[in-house]
């Protein structure tokens, strides 16, 4: 497993590297047991040290914490009791979740794009051309999964939003959180 601990404006030093990576080690050999790379920020927000840790399985899914604490190892354990409950409630699921696949899931890369926002201020005076400026491009990768492994992502990842490809049909999915708490699907019919 690639390991990338670093701090924002804060040094770290060798013996936390040293524990951050014993305790992933370990919290990963209990349940994914396949982890690739860790990628394990410290920074610090008044008088709170931020620990945001993203590590990637090799099943194609993510799963993300932050923990905050006034000590930095504190703040390192926030986010791995947060990352350990996550992968506890999956732990099944993750164990198994290739069981029958030969293969890892697979990835399609797909184009990003941040538009510009509107002042909302602006009356529009014509009908013509209102298209959005792009303020950066980027590449993403869209998963093929079953629905409920798109929904074991969204929660591991955190997001608000997980695109996929749907694995039962090959059509473009989206899992969305609701504002009232609960999971949205949308499953565009592609009739010919």
Not at 69 to 85: N, P, Q, V
Request: glycine share 8%.
């Amino acid at each position: 497993m690639r390991y990338q601990i670093t701090g924002k404006q804060i040094d770290i030093g060798e013996a936390l590297q040293t524990h951050v990576q014993t305790e992933l080690g370990e919290m990963f050999g209990k349940y994914a047991g396949r982890p690739t790379d860790a990628t394990v920020t410290f920074s610090k927000s008044g008088a709170e040290f931020v620990c945001e840790a993203v590590v990637h399985l090799s099943t194609g899914l993510t799963t993300q914490a932050k923990g905050h604490a006034h000590e930095i190892y504190a703040a390192f354990e926030s986010a791995r009791e947060k990352m350990d409950k996550q992968l506890r409630r999956y732990k099944r699921r993750l164990k198994d979740h290739h069981k029958d696949r030969e293969d890892p899931v697979e990835l399609m890369m797909a184009g990003t794009y941040i538009l510009a926002q509107s002042d909302g201020d602006e009356e529009l005076e014509s009908t013509e051309d209102h298209t959005a400026m792009i303020v950066a491009e980027m590449e993403t990768k869209v998963p093929t999964l079953s629905v409920s492994d798109a929904v074991m992502q969204l929660e591991l990842a955190h997001a608000p939003v997980q695109v996929f490809r749907n694995e039962g049909h090959g059509g473009i999915n989206v899992v969305y959180r609701r504002e009232d708490g609960n999971i949205g699907w949308i499953d565009p019919r592609n009739e010919g």
